[in-house]
């Protein structure tokens, strides 16, 4: 799946974020629980240097704990970043991020007066709900539809720190496949910029594999149906959502299932929370995926270069 969102203002954002960088003492990287590396903007990974960092792994409530905390450990492995679990239901947000912030970056020799965070977060992770939180006023507009926030702001805190908040940024184009599936899953991505039923798809099959319990639980169709489907029907994906469809009444004429419809509930039931606290990816698939992405990007080389080449062939046969 290729995903094309863009919006104009997120290439400013972009832009702004690279020149505001050097006055920063720290970044604070708001990220979904459920899809740690996936929500990660590459642009920050890339210019972060040796910047304290700190990720927010917000919207934990919805995320699988026991994976949550392979991906602390597996991002804690740089000297230069704390996590943080967040949900929007915790009282002590505030505290929590304070505390860490004043560990990460202590401030007792005066050496750093005013402190200067960068907040950024791919749109609808839940950064807006969280800075209005640490200002205790509604700075941040909060939506359920991507991209709310446009132009880069300066927030005041109580605390001595000054945040820098950049709009929902997200990259021009996601290298990563699978990256595209879960953003789209979780709702990081317009539903206009993807096909619903090839996301509920993705997500039909990545349950079946790593979650059966919780189909059964949500949709009573048994594990054991589920490992057939998984080892005899080659589409076991929409199969999947055809039972799921067929049991919620999502019917077209000539007793066919709805599967747009199907796709729609299965989607907004995950994002819900219906089938329980998921994770959809974890570190150990990294490795794999990264492999697949150079190949990606080296087949993509090698075309350009192929029609290139065959340009200037072309070229010199006129001459
Ligand atoms: P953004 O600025 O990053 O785009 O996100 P925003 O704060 O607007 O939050 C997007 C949606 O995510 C909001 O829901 C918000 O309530 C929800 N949210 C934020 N933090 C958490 C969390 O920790 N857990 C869960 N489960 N949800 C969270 P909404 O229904 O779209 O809007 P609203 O009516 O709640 O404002």
């Given at each position: 799946?290729?995903?094309?969102?863009?919006?104009?203002?997120?290439?400013?954002?972009?832009?702004?974020?690279?020149?505001?960088?050097?006055?920063?003492?720290l970044?604070?990287?708001?990220?979904?629980?459920?899809?740690?590396?996936?929500?990660?903007?590459?642009?920050?990974?890339?210019?972060?240097?040796?910047?304290p960092?700190l990720?927010?792994?917000?919207?934990?409530?919805?995320?699988?704990?026991?994976?949550?905390?392979?991906?602390?450990?597996?991002?804690?492995?740089?000297?230069?970043?704390q996590?943080l679990?967040?949900?929007?239901?915790?009282?002590?947000?505030?505290?929590q991020i304070f505390d860490l912030i004043n560990k990460m970056i202590p401030r007792d020799?005066?050496?750093?007066?005013?402190?200067?965070?960068?907040?950024?977060?791919?749109?609808?992770?839940?950064?807006?709900?969280?800075?209005?939180?640490?200002?205790?006023?509604?700075?941040?507009?909060?939506?359920?539809?991507?991209?709310?926030?446009?132009?880069?702001?300066?927030?005041?805190?109580?605390?001595?720190?000054?945040?820098?908040?950049?709009?929902?940024?997200?990259?021009?184009?996601?290298?990563?496949?699978?990256?595209?599936?879960?953003?789209?899953?979780?709702?990081?991505?317009?539903?206009?910029?993807?096909?619903?039923?090839?996301?509920?798809?993705?997500?039909?099959?990545?349950?079946?594999?790593?979650?059966?319990?919780?189909?059964?639980?949500?949709?009573?169709?048994?594990?054991?149906?589920?490992?057939?489907?998984?080892?005899?029907?080659?589409?076991?994906?929409?199969?999947?959502?055809?039972?799921?469809?067929?049991?919620?009444?999502?019917?077209?004429?000539?007793?066919?299932?709805?599967?747009?419809?199907?796709?729609?509930?299965?989607?907004?039931?995950?994002?819900?929370?219906?089938?329980?606290?998921?994770?959809?990816?974890?570190?150990?698939?990294?490795?794999?995926?990264?492999?697949?992405?150079?190949?990606?990007?080296?087949?993509?080389?090698?075309?350009?270069?192929?029609?290139?080449?065959?340009?200037?062939?072309?070229?010199?046969?006129?001459?």
């Amino acid at each position: 799946m290729q995903i094309q969102w863009y919006p104009g203002h997120m290439h400013k954002a972009q832009k702004e974020v690279k020149e505001i960088l050097p006055q920063v003492d720290l970044i604070i990287e708001v990220l979904d629980a459920r899809i740690p590396y996936s929500s990660e903007n590459p642009m920050i990974a890339r210019l972060r240097g040796d910047k304290p960092t700190l990720k927010i792994f917000n919207k934990s409530d919805l995320a699988d704990p026991a994976i949550i905390e392979k991906w602390q450990a597996y991002f804690e492995n740089s000297e230069y970043i704390q996590t943080l679990t967040l949900n929007a239901k915790q009282a002590d947000r505030k505290h929590q991020i304070f505390d860490l912030i004043n560990k990460m970056i202590p401030r007792d020799d005066s050496s750093v007066k005013v402190l200067h965070a960068l907040i950024m977060g791919i749109p609808n992770v839940g950064k807006s709900t969280l800075i209005n939180t640490l200002s205790e006023r509604p700075i941040a507009k909060t939506g359920n539809e991507p991209a709310v926030t446009k132009m880069l702001q300066r927030i005041k805190l109580e605390e001595g720190i000054t945040l820098f908040d950049t709009p929902g940024m997200l990259w021009a184009n996601i290298e990563n496949v699978h990256s595209g599936y879960r953003l789209a899953i979780t709702g990081g991505i317009k539903e206009t910029a993807f096909e619903l039923p090839d996301v509920a798809s993705y997500a039909a099959e990545y349950l079946m594999n790593y979650y059966p319990e919780r189909i059964k639980e949500r949709y009573g169709i048994s594990v054991a149906t589920i490992q057939d489907l998984l080892q005899n029907n080659p589409s076991s994906d929409v199969a999947l959502l055809e039972i799921i469809g067929k049991g919620r009444g999502c019917l077209v004429g000539g007793g066919r299932i709805d599967l747009d419809k199907a796709s729609r509930i299965f989607i907004s039931e995950i994002r819900d929370g219906a089938l329980g606290a998921l994770t959809f990816e974890h570190p150990d698939m990294m490795e794999s995926e990264q492999i697949q992405v150079e190949e990606l990007r080296a087949m993509k080389a090698a075309k350009k270069l192929a029609k290139e080449e065959k340009k200037k062939n072309r070229k010199r046969n006129k001459r």
